[in-house]
């Protein structure tokens, strides 16, 4: 991976690896319930933020989020505990990508960290006046990248099946 935007925006080839974002956070009592647990709607706005940067590093413009797939919390994040994110690009449609993110609890106390969620988004590229953008290509390299471009082509068709659904009020 390449440091120099320039490069990165002059590159004909965008790798999954360009997109490969990271993002963390400690646990503040803010973003808790009365247990002492981080809110899940908090869990899901660091997701976003986190995919929107791997989105916009592949898109070089502004994303909207268009869809969230289902998200389940496996363990809780408690008060002074580190949220860990992690994001990629695995898929790019046409002015639609699929980015995943990866989220972790680490125990800044004892080491110990949990997986604790995963999330597929769809963000779509948008120039400064609100209109859709064609995107470049992504080009996997890495027998994982090409295993999760395959397996976003099938996400997006129940995606879409699903959005036909809540347009017609199911
Ligand atoms: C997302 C949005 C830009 C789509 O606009 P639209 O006019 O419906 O556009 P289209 O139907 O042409 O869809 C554009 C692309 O997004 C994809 N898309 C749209 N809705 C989607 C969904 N729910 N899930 C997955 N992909 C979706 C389409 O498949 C298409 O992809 P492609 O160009 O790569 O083939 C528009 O609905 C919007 O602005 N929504 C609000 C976004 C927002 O504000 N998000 C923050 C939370 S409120």
Redesign the pocket.
Known sequence: MTDDPATVLSSPRRTVAETRSEFSEICLPNDTNLLGNMLGGHVMHLVDVCGAIAAMRHARCAV????VDHMTFLHPVQIGSLVRLRSQVNRV????MEVGVKVWVENLLTGEVKHTSSAYL?F?A?DQAGN?IVLPALHPETGEEFRRFEEAGQR?AY??AQ?EGTRQGG
Do not use: G, P
């Open positions: 909207v989020t268009a869809s449609f046409r002015t639609s769809t779509v948008l859709k997006r995606r879409l959005k």
